[in-house]
């Protein structure tokens, strides 16, 4: 079977109720970041098709789904997760073509998406209250109730990965969902259902529906019966979903990106340093919510650390993501277009162009390519500095000491994630108290996986996800107090 054929033979109508809703209509298109096509159109769903997914969602919540034992739905997320692993090839290959990430993090994302599934099955059929000491008189006990319908704002950059993030937990927990992926990358998203009805998931309990957040997540969000909104995406688009979600009363949980620092000391192991602020930053071509965007380095090792890091990015050769680049394209010709504005304004602003800096043209090639840049930033206003960029860009800020470079670690309002390199376990614990943010990372970057809480503070949003944190998300703790 050949690639396009793969693609065309995704079913793109959205999926209500257990079967697929034909619309007609508007359509969107999904492209190829590597050469600029189309892949495919996909239907959009108004607010007339999104209100029939969510009053779906909220049925099954009291039908059938709600009589499934603990244990049975324990059973189905381990189904659910070797039916992922199954087709696993097969969804990496539309995982790269969809949003041009290199094929080895497609099926890096693709396994992980199945170990959401696995990881919260454990956890399903264990999800127990307590007792309450209240006296003689008395008998108290909790009970964790689903917290209802769910909507899931789908980011592009990890289209299934997020998706299975946020459903996996919330299955677990005995809610449902309305999924909405992102317009850029929906393909994976729409083929997820197939692996949902073979592992027995009853009709209804997942909804996928696509389109412009104006058009489909705007109601998604607004309706009054959804009890919960997992959103992951902008600042500016995460206080809209805020402000929507509180009209009805729904809790949310926010992930809102990050401008995150990699303190590198002088003292630390500079092999081990390089390799991690090279994957921080050029994973998915710099398109990841957590990434390494600001290196912090002290002066003292300064010069020779940046002129290896440099070498190293001249390296780097492009190409789509099948092939397996160093470099895969950005995700759209709009999100192209961001970056160049911001490193040339930085630019202008007098930030130092160390390598790199331009839209690049691969031969063969018509699609949205960025060169690895790496801009020297002696102002923490600097645009680089402050804002996050989603694209293979490193902003590098030159610290005195160690208190400099924490200070210099907390210059923006984003708190998500951060990183230090350094053999002084001190220093590497105290920066761990000092940083912002949900997930701090010592002499390795990226640590961790599923079982890990993640999430952020300030501009980077509220709430846990991954871990027994993400569960609390989608349950709600019922008191039952009797006199005996």
Not at 36 to 63: I, N, Q
Not at 85 to 104: H, M, T, Y
Not at 191 to 219: D, F, H, I, Q, S
Request: glycine fraction near 10%; aromatic fraction near 8%; hydrophobic fraction near 45%.
């Amino acid at each position: 079977m050949t690639y396009q054929s793969e693609i065309h033979s995704i079913d793109l109508d959205p999926y209500i109720d257990g079967q697929r809703r034909k619309i007609t209509g508007e359509t969107f298109p999904t492209y190829d970041p590597a050469s600029g096509t189309v892949l495919h159109e996909v239907p959009v769903a108004d607010a007339s098709v999104v209100g029939e997914a969510v009053e779906t969602a909220a049925r099954a919540l009291k039908g059938s789904w709600a009589a499934i034992t603990p244990a049975e739905r324990s059973r189905m997320l381990f189904r659910v997760a070797q039916e992922i692993r199954n087709d696993a090839e097969r969804l990496s290959i539309v995982e790269s073509l969809d949003a041009g990430k290199p094929l080895r993090e497609a099926r890096g994302d693709i396994e992980t998406s199945a170990r959401y599934f696995e990881y919260y099955a454990g956890i399903a059929d264990k999800m127990q209250g307590d007792t309450i000491p209240l006296g003689p008189d008395f008998i108290s006990f909790t009970l964790h109730e689903p917290i209802g319908a769910t909507a899931h704002i789908i980011p592009w950059n990890f289209p299934l990965v997020t998706t299975a993030r946020g459903l996996a937990p919330a299955l677990a927990a005995g809610a449902t969902a309305v999924i909405k992926p992102a317009e850029q990358t929906p393909l994976t998203a729409l083929m997820l259902p197939e692996y949902l009805e073979r592992a027995g998931v009853p009709a209804g309990v997942v909804n996928v529906v696509c389109g412009p957040g104006a058009v489909t997540g705007a109601p998604l969000v607004a309706h009054d019966k959804i009890a919960h909104v997992t959103f992951t995406g902008s600042v500016a688009t995460g206080k809209a979903v805020l402000a929507s979600a509180a009209s009805h009363v729904a809790s949310t949980t926010m992930e809102l990106g990050g401008k995150s620092p990699v303190v590198v000391l002088a003292d630390a192991d500079m092999d081990a340093a390089l390799d991690g602020v090279m994957k921080a930053i050029f994973t998915n071509a710099g398109q990841v919510c957590s990434a390494g965007s600001r290196l912090v380095i002290e002066r003292g090792c300064a010069d020779a650390f940046l002129d290896r890091l440099v070498a190293r990015i001249k390296t780097l050769g492009f190409g789509r993501g099948l092939d397996n680049p160093d470099i895969g394209p950005v995700v759209s010709h709009q999100q192209l277009l961001k970056i160049e504005g911001i490193v040339k304004a930085s630019v202008g602003a007098g930030a130092q162009l160390l390598v790199g800096g331009s839209i690049a043209h691969p031969e063969g090639l018509g699609g949205w390519f960025f060169e690895p840049t790496v801009l020297l930033a002696s102002d923490p206003a600097t645009l680089a500095v402050q804002e996050e960029i989603f694209g293979p860009v490193l902003t590098v800020q030159i610290a005195d000491d160690f208190d400099h470079a924490c200070a210099l670690a907390e210059c923006t309002d984003f708190g998500l994630v951060a990183g230090i390199y350094t053999s002084d376990i001190s220093k590497a614990l105290r920066f761990a108290r000092i940083a912002s943010g949900g997930q701090v990372f010592i002499n390795q970057y990226f640590a961790g996986g599923v079982e890990t809480p993640f999430g952020g503070v300030k501009n980077s949003g509220f709430g846990r996800e991954k871990g027994l944190e993400g569960l609390k998300s989608y349950y709600t703790v019922k008191t039952v107090t009797a006199r005996i």
